[in-house]
């Protein structure tokens, strides 16, 4: 069974998800989205925040969610969205899907989370057909080493990712997604919120990664 059950965590990000949007992260959302077209994936789909900013070119959305509180509010999201949406059960190392089957893939604050990032990267590979893009925004390790990394490599160490569904605040996920076989096509690094204190969660990255067109790495 692919559900994963995490009622308390489920509660608290749908309460912080829309703070988020309210607070910028909606337009991060909608950049990341802009000008796709197609068939698309979204792993990871949480509470559908993403879906109203679908452009009118996606043809589907094929929208997994592990989490059943998530998922049914998912479902409901996806009653009111732009583009068809379909939302599914799935684990982001276990995707709901056949091979080649998408034209693009999107991670939303998604990749700190899942168990195993080069895992998960295989599947969005195996799903994608050859040329297809990866979307992704993350909040990611400090790009320069010092007192932030520390901070999040000691955060990660303990109980933040048991209380907060898996986040991980010190993973490299821009490296990760290149040694999965990507090229990266363009690459935003940004702190969100974008004023006050850093926290461990606050380096973040928007950016766009492509699959060689004959699905092999380079």
């Given at each position: 069974m692919s559900?994963?059950?995490?009622?308390v965590f489920a509660r608290f990000y749908q309460r912080v998800s829309v703070t988020m949007d309210r607070a910028g992260a909606a337009e991060h959302r909608r950049a990341l989205v802009a000008d796709l077209t197609g068939r698309v994936i979204e792993v990871g789909a949480g509470n559908g925040?993403?879906?109203?900013?679908?452009?009118?070119?996606?043809?589907?959305?094929h929208a997994v969610e592990p989490e059943p509180r998530l998922r049914a509010a998912a479902h409901t999201a996806a009653q009111t969205a732009p583009v068809p949406i379909t939302v599914v059960d799935g684990l982001a190392?276990?995707?709901?899907?056949?091979?080649?089957e998408f034209d693009a893939a999107v991670a939303a604050l998604v990749l700190c989370t899942v168990p195993?990032?080069?895992?998960?990267?295989?599947?969005?590979?195996?799903?994608?057909?050859?040329?297809?893009?990866?979307r992704f925004f993350e909040h990611i390790a400090a790009e320069q080493p010092g007192t932030l990394r520390r901070v999040q490599r000691l955060v990660d160490a303990t109980l933040w990712p048991r209380l907060l569904g898996g986040c991980h605040?010190?993973?490299?996920t821009v490296a990760a997604i290149t040694t999965a076989g990507f090229t990266l096509a363009g690459v935003y690094r940004f702190p969100f919120p974008p004023s006050g204190p850093p926290s461990p969660a606050t380096p973040h990255v928007r950016g766009t990664a492509t699959l060689p067109t004959d699905g092999t790495p380079r």
């Open positions: 559900t994963i059950s995490r009622p925040l993403m879906f109203a900013h679908y452009p009118p070119g996606v043809t589907v959305v190392d276990a995707l709901p899907a056949g091979g080649a195993n990032q080069a895992t998960a990267l295989a599947e969005i590979r195996r799903v994608l057909r050859p040329g297809g893009q990866l605040t010190s993973r490299d």
